[in-house]
């Protein structure tokens, strides 16, 4: 049985994390399992999804184009997100694991615990790839950023296959210089000062470290998460002495809308954080324009 056969460990991963780029991933690592059994909680270790897993693959994909972040934000709220390509390579990742090397492997579901409701997912694919070494927690709400890619999607694949752990990155990008110069000045980061519902705070050093992030996930949630929004109108409405007043309110028939052409709208979609953050929109590979220079510049520096 092919299961039997001998595997490279190294060679697997390499296999593995090429693949994942090949299809369009800007970065991948492999987390350390034993690190996210001690840091998840009981019933979202990997572990409780997949009793035999042996390594946790994660991957990430660019975020918006450098156009998106100058457009309102209510057109910005339109645009859904690149994280559907992300569990795309994700689950022909799976795919390729099984089909190289015979061994099982299952895309890890991006979905909530329904025993928890709307805001607890069945794992943390940011733990993952923050294990992974391919994103850092920043002030904006604990996004992860990159110091290549900054703002990155993620998605995770659970194999039986062991494979060498990479470490979490060694220096945190976040906060950027001209964000600590304004924190000095103002006591608030850019993330902080331009946030809609002032949902950021925290801290920073002298040596322009973090030092502590407040998210009040509650206030981002009212904002941006329209899916908790969506039953609390449809409840108004069961109550209310004429329906349409709520159901056809101006503000409320913009869901029908969304709904009806398939809009990533009822999900996350503010981004002021991300639109004011150095990191996200002027890393060295943020964008497909500045990677695009990056390949050029690297092309011109391999010629003879």
């Given at each position: 049985?092919?299961?039997?056969?001998?595997?490279?460990?190294?060679?697997?991963?390499?296999?593995?994390?090429?693949?994942?780029?090949?299809?369009?991933?800007?970065?991948?690592?492999?987390?350390?399992?034993?690190?996210?059994?001690?840091v998840?909680?009981?019933?979202?270790r990997?572990s409780?999804?997949?009793p035999?897993?042996k390594?946790?693959?994660?991957?990430?994909?660019?975020?918006?184009?450098?156009?998106?972040?100058?457009?309102?934000?209510?057109?910005?709220g339109?645009?859904?997100?690149?994280?559907?390509?992300?569990?795309?390579?994700?689950?022909?990742?799976?795919?390729?694991i099984?089909?190289?090397?015979g061994?099982?492997?299952?895309?890890?579901?991006?979905?909530?615990?329904?025993?928890?409701?709307?805001?607890?997912?069945?794992?943390?694919?940011?733990?993952?790839?923050?294990?992974?070494?391919?994103?850092?927690?920043?002030l904006?709400?604990?996004?992860?950023?990159?110091?290549?890619?900054g703002?990155?999607?993620?998605?995770?694949?659970?194999?039986?296959?062991?494979?060498?752990?990479?470490?979490?990155?060694?220096?945190?990008?976040?906060?950027?210089?001209?964000?600590?110069?304004?924190?000095?000045?103002?006591?608030?980061?850019p993330?902080?000062?331009?946030c809609p519902?002032q949902?950021l705070?925290?801290?920073?050093?002298?040596?322009?470290?973090?030092?502590?992030?407040?998210?009040?996930?509650?206030?981002?949630?009212?904002?941006?998460?329209q899916?908790?929004a969506?039953?609390?109108?449809?409840?108004?409405?069961a109550h209310?002495?004429d329906?349409?007043?709520?159901?056809l309110?101006?503000?409320?028939k913009?869901f029908?809308?969304?709904?009806?052409?398939?809009?990533?709208?009822?999900?996350?979609?503010?981004?002021?954080?991300?639109?004011?953050?150095?990191?996200?929109?002027?890393?060295?590979?943020?964008?497909?324009?500045?990677?695009?220079?990056?390949?050029?510049r690297?092309?011109?520096?391999?010629?003879?």
């Amino acid at each position: 049985m092919s299961r039997n056969r001998a595997i490279d460990p190294a060679d697997a991963k390499q296999q593995i994390l090429a693949y994942c780029k090949r299809k369009g991933a800007l970065a991948a690592g492999v987390a350390d399992v034993a690190v996210l059994d001690r840091v998840a909680p009981p019933g979202h270790r990997p572990s409780d999804l997949m009793p035999k897993v042996k390594s946790v693959i994660s991957l990430g994909v660019g975020g918006q184009t450098r156009g998106a972040w100058t457009v309102p934000a209510k057109a910005m709220g339109y645009f859904g997100s690149t994280e559907s390509r992300a569990y795309t390579i994700a689950y022909g990742c799976a795919f390729f694991i099984e089909g190289r090397f015979g061994v099982p492997s299952i895309y890890c579901p991006p979905d909530v615990d329904n025993a928890f409701g709307t805001r607890v997912p069945l794992q943390s694919l940011k733990l993952h790839a923050e294990v992974a070494g391919i994103g850092a927690r920043s002030l904006a709400g604990d996004i992860l950023l990159h110091p290549e890619f900054g703002y990155m999607y993620f998605a995770s694949v659970f194999t039986e296959l062991k494979l060498p752990p990479d470490a979490p990155l060694a220096e945190n990008p976040c906060p950027a210089p001209s964000c600590v110069k304004m924190y000095r000045k103002v006591g608030r980061t850019p993330c902080m000062k331009f946030c809609p519902v002032q949902c950021l705070s925290g801290t920073i050093d002298e040596q322009g470290n973090q030092v502590e992030m407040h998210y009040d996930m509650a206030a981002c949630a009212d904002l941006s998460e329209q899916y908790e929004a969506l039953p609390m109108m449809l409840s108004r409405a069961a109550h209310a002495d004429d329906a349409d007043d709520v159901l056809l309110d101006p503000d409320n028939k913009l869901f029908w809308y969304k709904m009806s052409v398939g809009s990533g709208g009822l999900l996350a979609q503010c981004f002021e954080c991300m639109r004011v953050c150095p990191i996200a929109t002027q890393a060295p590979q943020a964008d497909p324009i500045l990677r695009l220079e990056a390949a050029e510049r690297q092309a011109g520096d391999e010629q003879p």
